[in-house]
């Protein structure tokens, strides 16, 4: 054999070590840079380590002239060539303040406590780079990836490095790129990876080392070669360009640290094989989609999509939560698409059209798109946009026809959320979305869930329905705060995990959390809505194997304040009584059973009155829960993220009654008479449990913060509670009990004492709430008074009110309804609806006025008796004459509302609302009633001309009388002490809605 020796290089180059050092470090930002190539210290050239790679000869072989002469030219060449064509030694210190390791883990299985640059537990010098994580259960693996400039693989090349853990067997290893092989099942240039030594030791340094000698690359061949059959492998250009850790976890806290990685000697790879970092990245393939029914397959498994609209946020959050589907905007942004990919998680965009020069879209036969080709791998179905009208239902047909004739290959489905016409969409989409906004709007929880299900019933049968879930204010709310400098109106994590349970009760096979403001927004709120979009999503996942594989085959009702169902008539005065002192009403409880292959699933969702403006507790012990139908043998257990937990039956008249010892807000309770289901979910739960209490505990911080941050400011208007005092140390002292069991590692107890804390600022919550809408007709009334953050800004409105200028006259002069010239005159419109299928009367009458001769009533009944009605937009409407406003005016507008018999036919019922605030801040009726007063009270944030509307939607009868608008002009707050203290004391007729006007007329001369 032929000694080829190696050259070094007289001096260092310090300077350019420096800076290969920086720019390795930094090339982490991006997951797998490829770190720039600077000048080297001596090494074998790359012609003359060709020569090494070929078979070795026989002695006489190598001793021929000719091979002789080409050795000799070799090494003449290298001799003349440049220094910067060289190989020097790489070092990584870790003395910098910046983390440069890439770490890869399943965030629904492990937690990442700390990743810090350390300035006190180095190897040598000064700086370390330290992991800690958390794992419920053992098995878990973690990867860390450190950056080094790619180098050719040598005989003497060594990646080394100096590591520390309380646990041992973490492993060093090489990446490897063959720049020319193309991976079989990625698409992409093919890696592996070779192993080196292992830590042995716990809780001291050692040094561990990966080479790549000739022996270790020639076994190392063979098992890839073999793992590429039958596609042969190509070696050439192979190089190094990646150190790879990797440990599997146990249970509790494993700490990592490194330092002093050293690779030695490195040889730059020719530049025509370096191959981009994003082409090594694993490419998610075409997906296997298919439908049973109602029910999503995907990749041959049940898939229950989860679905967050991406707002430019860094894609590890999406990985976070635990979304499975990101909404982008762009179809052919195949970076972003990898990213998510990268981390399991599938892309839904809108898919292109093509379009006349006017905008509207083409029939398929006239115009049709490119085929789609394999840049939009990672799609898993195409996302048409949400609240489509009816009325463009036959643009939308022609959009979908193009795209099923360009999506040929994968033909992914489509989704798309309307806002009626059910029936017709789900014959061209297979994914329907419904969807309805209820949250700080006069809708319960009640209404919606009856909504959903009756959406869901009106589309084809076995049509695969999913919904879009409010996770922030309307617009016109947080424009109108922005606008006039308040804080944000806060969405309660509560009402979010109420929203999502109620959706998954009306048998939603997928869900979608609606939001613009991006999620790693900061500001009030926007950390808890973070953390329960973690939860839940942690949850569905769980409840996956039932949701995505199962149907919603029994629905029912259950009174918890009496333990008793709903249609048994139980008495409950004595729980309405204990649910008024702590800011609640009775509360009950929808529940849903839900089929499928592993058993079933019942699910329960809290339902408690004016809960979508500020939830009360909504918890109770000893729920007892009657189901019928099910088998002697059944094993029933309740499922929580930390722990699966036996449940108490016995058998009673009509079904099986189950015992739960404790019910707070939603539940799942699964029934299963195979103990294998059991088993396989409790192996789940071991995965979650530890971050699961983790998430509890800081949900209950961020809330417990925000609730004493407002609790100050009302205290300073002199609005607050002797209650408060109270309530809030005994949220701090359990909170404190919460943490200290998860340094116990008693998740469950944690968690239990975290869900607590939030029970009792629920409490809190609600006083303060009640406390001040005892003024108004209606939450919704004021923008003040539609959640508790904004609860100090209505106190602060109320001192305005003491100072403000009096009102001039009503700036409607036919508000009385006694004219219709006058009406006519002033500016009044209507619009009445076009369907055949209703009688609508509208007129001014003189049966059922309030005040003088007239009033406007508005009726509409069935065309034909027999047959139910179902109108997708309002029997009729009253626009207003325009009222001109400007900022700083409060718009002050009451009158009286007569409902001659309930609404039917539709959710909204009668509502009445302004242009400047819209819809989702109306006035809303739909109960029989006598005539009563009504008010809504408007700050104005711009100037524009506003209108009042007045719908009915639906069959109903419905009169309006007085109608008056006022508007005030409004000056600086002072602070002016309000005794509600007093207030909350006096006698009960004296705190009745119908005195809210004698409240504020005093402010209105």
Same mark, same amino acid.
């Given at each position: ?720 509670? $002797? %209650?408060?005092? *109270?309530?809030? /140390?005994?949220?701090? &002292?359990?909170?404190? !009990?919460?943490? #200290? +069991? ?103 009458? $003189? %049966?059922?006025? *309030?005040?003088? /001769?007239?009033?406007? &009533?508005?009726?509409? !009944?069935?065309? #034909? +008796? ?121 006698? #009960? ?17």
């Amino acid at each position: 054999m032929v000694f080829i020796p190696q050259i070094h290089s007289l001096k260092r180059r310090q300077n350019q070590q420096a800076k290969l050092h920086s720019q390795t470090e930094s090339s982490l930002n991006h997951p797998l840079s490829i770190v720039p190539q600077l000048s080297f210290r001596s090494a074998v050239h790359k012609e003359v380590q060709t020569l090494r790679s070929v078979p070795r000869f026989r002695l006489n072989t190598l001793l021929s002239s000719n091979f002789c002469l080409t050795l000799l030219a070799a090494v003449a060449w290298l001799l003349s060539c440049p220094a910067d064509t060289f190989a020097e030694d790489f070092e990584n210190d870790f003395e910098s303040e910046q983390t440069s390791c890439r770490i890869e883990f399943d965030p629904r299985k492990v937690a990442l406590k700390t990743h810090e640059r350390n300035q006190t537990l180095a190897f040598a010098g000064q700086g370390a780079e330290r992991m800690q994580f958390v794992a419920g259960e053992h098995g878990v693996p973690v990867q860390i990836e450190c950056a080094m400039p790619p180098s050719r693989i040598l005989d003497e090349l060594t990646l080394s490095i100096s590591v520390f853990s309380n646990r041992p067997g973490l492993q060093i290893f090489g990446r490897v790129v063959f720049p020319n092989q193309t991976d079989p099942d990625t698409g992409r240039p093919l890696t592996r990876i070779i192993g080196g030594e292992t830590l042995e030791k716990s809780n001291s340094w050692q040094r561990i080392a990966c080479r790549t000698n000739d022996d270790a690359i020639a076994k190392h061949l063979i098992l890839w070669r073999a793992s590429l059959k039958p596609t042969e492998l190509d070696p050439r250009g192979m190089y190094i360009d990646r150190i790879i850790l990797k440990q599997t976890l146990g249970p509790g806290m494993t700490e990592i640290l490194i330092d002093d990685l050293r690779v030695n000697p490195v040889v730059k790879p020719n530049a025509e094989a370096l191959v981009s970092p994003n082409d090594l990245q694993p490419k998610m393939t075409a997906p296997r989609i298919r439908f049973q029914l109602d029910q999503l397959q995907v990749q041959g498994r049940p898939f229950f999509p989860i679905v967050i609209p991406y707002q430019k946020e860094a894609p590890e959050l999406f990985e976070q939560l635990g979304a499975n589907v990101v909404w982008i905007d762009n179809y052919l942004n195949r970076d972003l698409i990898d990213q998510f990919n990268r981390r399991g998680i599938w892309a839904t965009a809108w898919p292109p059209s093509a379009k006349s020069k006017q905008g509207t879209i083409l029939d398929a036969r006239q115009a049709n798109l490119v085929p789609f080709g394999r840049e939009t791998d990672g799609i898993l179905f195409w996302n048409l946009g949400v609240r489509i009208e009816p009325e463009t239902h036959p643009q939308l047909k022609h959009w979908v026809h193009q795209v099923k004739s360009s999506d040929r290959e994968q033909n992914r489905p489509l989704l798309a959320d309307v806002t009626g016409d059910e029936l017709i969409f789900s014959r061209d989409v297979e994914m329907l979305g419904v969807s309805k906004h209820i949250l700080q709007s006069p809708y319960s929880y009640r209404d919606y869930s009856a909504h959903l299900q009756e959406r869901k019933q009106m589309a084809q049968p076995g049509t695969f329905v999913m919904t879009w879930l409010q996770t922030e204010p309307s617009r016109a709310v947080t424009q109108y705060r922005k606008a006039a400098g308040l804080s944000p109106a806060v969405i309660e994590p509560e009402q979010i995990r109420l929203q999502t349970y109620a959706a998954l009760c009306a048998g939603c096979k997928g869900l979608g959390f609606w939001n613009w403001t991006p999620l790693n927004a900061e500001g009030p709120g926007y950390k808890e809505r973070r953390l329960v979009l973690e939860q839940l999503c942690q949850e569905i996942t769980l409840l996956e194997p039932f949701l995505a594989s199962g149907e919603v085959i029994h629905r029912f009702n259950i009174d918890l304040e009496t333990n008793q169902q709903e249609n048994q008539n139980a008495d409950s005065t004595s729980g309405a009584k204990a649910a008024s002192r702590n800011g609640s009403e009775p509360l009950s409880a929808a529940a849903a059973v839900v089929r499928s292959e592993h058993g079933l699933l019942i699910l329960l969702n809290g339902m408690e009155e004016n809960a979508q403006y500020v939830p009360g507790p909504m918890g109770q012990s000893d729920v007892r829960v009657m189901i019928r139908g099910l088998p002697e043998s059944a094993f029933l257990w309740q499922i929580t993220p930390t722990g699966l937990w036996p449940l108490e039956t016995r058998r009673v008249t009509g079904g099986t009654e189950i015992r739960l010892p404790r019910f707070n807000m939603t539940a799942a309770l699964m029934v299963a008479t195979d103990q294998g289901v059991a088993q396989e979910i409790e192996r789940e739960i071991q995965k979650v449990q530890v971050r699961s209490a983790e998430l509890a505990i800081e949900l209950a911080e961020a809330k417990f913060a925000r609730v004493v941050d407002v609790d100050s400011e009302l205290m300073q208007a002199s609005v607050g509670l $002797p %209650e408060a005092s *109270h309530l809030l /140390d005994e949220s701090r &002292r359990t909170l404190e !009990i919460a943490r #200290e +069991a998860f340094t116990k590692e008693q998740y469950h107890q944690a968690r239990t004492n975290a869900e607590l804390t939030c029970q009792l600022l629920r409490i809190l919550q609600r006083l303060y709430w009640q406390q001040a809408v005892r003024h108004v007709s209606s939450p919704t009334s004021m923008p003040h008074t539609i959640c508790f953050q904004t609860l100090p800004d209505y106190w602060k409105l109320i001192q305005q009110l003491g100072k403000a200028n009096s009102a001039a006259s009503s700036h409607l002069r036919s508000g009385r309804f006694e004219d219709p010239d006058a009406m006519l005159v002033e500016g009044w419109t209507k619009d009445v609806t076009s369907s055949k299928e209703v009688i609508v009367y509208d007129a001014l009458d $003189p %049966e059922t006025a *309030h005040e003088g /001769d007239y009033c406007l &009533r508005m009726a509409s !009944i069935p065309s #034909e +008796a027999e047959r139910p009605v179902k109108l997708q937009e309002p029997a009729v409407t009253y626009r207003s004459p325009v009222i001109p406003v400007k900022q700083g005016d409060l718009l002050y507008v009451t009158g009286w509302v007569r409902l001659a018999r309930p609404i039917s036919g539709g959710l909204e019922g009668f509502r009445i609302y302004d242009s400047q605030y819209g819809v989702a801040s109306c006035l809303k009726w739909s109960e029989q009633s006598d005539w009563q007063q009504f008010e809504l009270i408007r700050p104005i944030w711009k100037q524009e001309d506003l209108h009042l509307f007045l719908e009915l939607h639906g069959l109903g009868d419905v009169s309006v009388d007085d109608l008056q608008v006022k508007l005030l002009r409004l000056n600086e707050p002072e602070i002016v002490e309000v005794n509600a203290t007093e207030q909350a004391d006096a006698p #009960e007729e004296t705190k009745s809605k119908g005195n809210a006007l004698d409240f504020l007329n005093r402010f209105i001369k």
